[in-house]
């Protein structure tokens, strides 16, 4: 998105620019006026930077270089979402696109407006670029997020306000639809729809995993019991932790589920997510062996990060891989995300996994997931995660033209 000068006064932004060499400071700070940015404050480094924003804390856009003495421009990241400062924040910097994921990753765990990263030197056209998407994120509401107690968790959970999005998920090969994995969303009577980030790790810690696990499954599976109906016989994937698979008679409480609503096995899909630790996957080892006995795909999730590792693929016989975003995220040939996604895909296919992308959000990072060979892409391309009933519309519908996905034929036969 570019906008012009006009509309860029008219927004009436106040810009920071953050950089060492005088120079190059000077140009940026020449652009964004002449770009019509009116107030513009400049600093040599993160230090500097951070003495402005306490007297200026309406600052909205702030430009920073990356490598500076004294306070370099990751600390100063950090300090400003610390602080809580409002503003968007954008690297210029000469790092390639890789650092953007892992920069991207940091910036949202630590809840910062992170507009992305500005290659130097910037072009105006660039410059107005960043500065569209500014304007287009402060006509959105601010993501803070409201503070909620355990009771009202609770209650949430126990009147069923619980419920799960459907993000597709599209085979390379021919752009399929083969499934679509549920992702929980809290339907609260007040915020509206909350992201896991809210409840996820609290329910785990409250002992309430369970409970949230059971509702999402059973309506996960009720609703592949209406795509099957509707003619879209897809199957869903359900995210599940280790603490949740560890209890014992869960496979049997999750076969009947998939009974009860006439749903084949091998359509409900089991992701292991784990959030907390993996150390022990030896409690979840019976009821997994027992889902895929009866016919259940297993699928490991967020493969690279975390405590997903290769010790899991040993001990645990998965049907399906799934690559994490942050590797996903502006992966460009030869790079370090590169070579890892390649030996992973090779030792996927070695043992016999489906491997599935993870938040494929450009065109060009799913050409090259299809060139390494990818089976499955998940992502914003695609589909951003879709309530039941605009899943259901987006699954059947004749496909409208427009994007090359979103012409995709969309069922499976
Ligand atoms: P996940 O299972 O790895 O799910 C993928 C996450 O990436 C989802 O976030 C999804 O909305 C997001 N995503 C998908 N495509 C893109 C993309 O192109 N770009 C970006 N930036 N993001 C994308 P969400 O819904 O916030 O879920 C976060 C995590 O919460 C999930 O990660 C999963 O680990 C956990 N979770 C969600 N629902 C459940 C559940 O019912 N049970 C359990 N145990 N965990 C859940
Ligand atoms: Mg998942
Ligand atoms: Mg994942």
Redo the contacts with the bound molecule.
């Keep these: 998105l570019i906008i012009g000068a006009s509309s860029i006064a008219q927004a009436n932004v106040r810009a920071l620019i953050v950089e060492d060499d005088g120079l190059q400071r000077k140009v940026l700070v020449r652009r964004l006026q002449s770009l019509g940015v009116t107030e513009v404050y400049e600093a040599s480094d993160g230090e500097r930077a951070m003495e402005i924003l306490a007297e200026r804390s309406d600052i909205d856009l702030i430009v920073s270089d990356l490598d500076m003495p004294r306070m370099d421009g990751l600390e100063l990241l950090c300090q400003v979402a610390k602080k809580a400062y409002k503003a968007s924040f954008v690297l210029h910097s000469a790092m390639n696109r890789q650092l953007l994921a892992c920069m991207e990753l940091m910036a949202t765990e630590r809840q910062l407006n992170f507009l992305g990263i500005l290659s130097k030197p910037a072009s105006s056209a660039d410059i107005a670029a960043i500065i569209g998407r500014l304007c287009v994120h402060r006509e959105r509401p601010p993501k803070v997020w409201p503070t909620i107690s355990v009771e009202e968790r609770r209650d949430g959970l126990r009147s069923g306000q619980f419920a799960?999005?459907f993000?597709p998920k599209v085979r390379f090969r021919d752009r399929t639809v083969v499934g679509a994995?549920?992702?929980?969303?809290w339907h609260h009577p007040v915020h509206g729809a909350l992201?896991?980030?809210l409840f996820?790790d609290a329910f785990e810690q409250e002992g309430l995993?369970g409970d949230?696990?059971h509702a999402?499954l059973d309506q996960s599976i009720e609703a592949a019991s209406r795509w099957g109906a509707a003619g879209a016989p897809i199957s869903v994937s359900?995210?599940?932790?280790v603490s949740?698979l560890s209890q014992p008679g869960i496979a049997d409480q999750i076969s009947a589920l998939t009974r009860r609503h006439g749903v084949p096995p091998e359509r409900v899909c089991i992701?292991i997510?784990e959030?907390v630790s993996m150390s022990d996957v030896g409690g979840c080892l019976e009821n997994i062996a027992r889902l895929k006995m009866r016919g259940h795909t297993l699928s490991i999730?967020?493969f690279g990060v975390g405590f997903s590792s290769l010790q899991q693929l040993v001990r645990i016989p998965f049907d399906e891989i799934?690559l994490?975003?942050s590797f996903v995220?502006g992966v460009v040939p030869k790079s370090r995300a590169a070579l890892m996604l390649e030996a992973t895909l090779v030792m996927a296919r070695k043992l016999e996994m489906v491997s599935v992308a993870?938040?494929?959000?450009t065109e060009e990072e799913w050409a090259f997931l299809e060139g390494l060979g990818c089976d499955m892409a998940?992502?914003?391309?695609i589909s951003?995660?879709l309530a039941p009933e605009a899943f259901l519309d987006w699954v059947t519908e004749s496909p409208p033209t427009g994007t090359r996905i979103r012409s995709a034929k969309r069922v499976l036969p």
């Design positions: 799960p999005h993000q994995e549920a992702l929980a969303r992201p896991p980030l996820i995993m949230l696990t999402i359900v995210n599940m932790s949740y992701e997510t959030s999730d967020d799934k994490d975003r995220t993870e938040g494929i959000e998940q992502g914003y391309l951003k995660p």
